[in-house]
């Protein structure tokens, strides 16, 4: 299995860091991980738009993969206020974050507009990372598996399984992200992501299906890092305020890296 050859940490940094912070945060970021080898690491930073052509010129692709944080689901016309995908293209980003928890339950996303986008997102060549993840109140009511089936199910209607290869799913419990939250256990970190993959097989098939990494997100700090990257159905961590400083990620990076992989090895013998 592909997914498992590499480890996803990224970070997504909101309405946080200008031009040069980014700039600076993205130099920092490229030191310290230097010597980390990019077979093993996808290493992605999605920061404001407006940093995205600086952020473009000072780091090579290999090494830091940049993502928008956004995308409308045309590629022009009077949407004032959106970013179309030709736009994205001429600053070079790879990736396409849809769905995050704050454009669903801040600014009322809809699944049906995220599978514009998703779609949208494949038509250009970009990797869409699906954001998705039950709120408390759907957490309270014993119906979170439900939930993470019907953003999926909807987010990827109409997505084939070839253009699926190109997918990235995060699971963002909406009660564990930002200042106010509470981190998942590892335990039902790693519950939600085996229902996560099992739905992404039913859709896609088992080979791209069980392919499809799928990253956690939420309250993800140098103290939970490690024990939620070994976890058997946790491919990768999507950091917000903990990966913000560049040398505190490197050090989570340089932290769960070999924990991951001793994991990968464990896995190995057992098929
Ligand atoms: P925090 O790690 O700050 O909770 O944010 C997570 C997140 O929203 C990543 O997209």
């Not at 009660?175 to 996560?196: C, F, L, M």
Request: net charge negative.
């Amino acid at each position: 299995m592909a997914r498992l050859d590499k480890i996803y940490l990224g970070t997504n940094t909101k309405m946080y860091k200008t031009i040069a912070d980014t700039v600076d945060y993205l130099m920092g970021l490229n030191a310290f991980t230097a010597e980390v080898p990019r077979s093993r690491l996808e290493l992605f930073v999605i920061p404001s738009f407006t940093t995205l052509d600086a952020a473009r010129r000072c780091i090579p692709a290999v090494k830091i993969s940049l993502g928008a944080q956004n995308m409308g689901w045309e590629d022009e016309g009077q949407f004032t206020g959106e970013i179309s995908p030709l736009m994205l293209k001429e600053v070079g980003v790879k990736i396409v974050e849809i769905g995050h928890s704050e454009r669903r339950h801040v600014l009322g996303e809809t699944d049906l507009q995220e599978n514009k986008k998703v779609l949208c997102a494949l038509r250009h060549g970009f990797t869409p990372l699906l954001c998705i993840g039950e709120t408390a109140e759907q957490k309270e009511l014993g119906v979170s598996d439900e939930i993470l089936c019907m953003q999926l199910k909807i987010g990827l209607h109409g997505v084939i399984p070839e253009q699926a290869k190109n997918l990235w799913v995060a699971y963002e419990p909406v009660w564990a992200i930002g200042v106010n939250g509470v981190p998942a256990t590892k335990e039902y970190a790693d519950e939600k992501h085996a229902v996560i993959r099992q739905t992404l097989v039913e859709l896609f098939g088992y080979e791209v299906g069980s392919d499809i990494p799928i990253l956690y997100g939420g309250s993800v700090n140098r103290d939970n890092a490690e024990e939620l990257i070994q976890m058997p159905n946790i491919d990768g961590l999507f950091i917000g305020r903990s990966a913000w400083n560049a040398a505190s990620f490197s050090e989570i990076i340089q932290a769960v890296m070999p924990l991951f992989f001793a994991r990968k090895k464990s896995f190995k013998s057992l098929i």
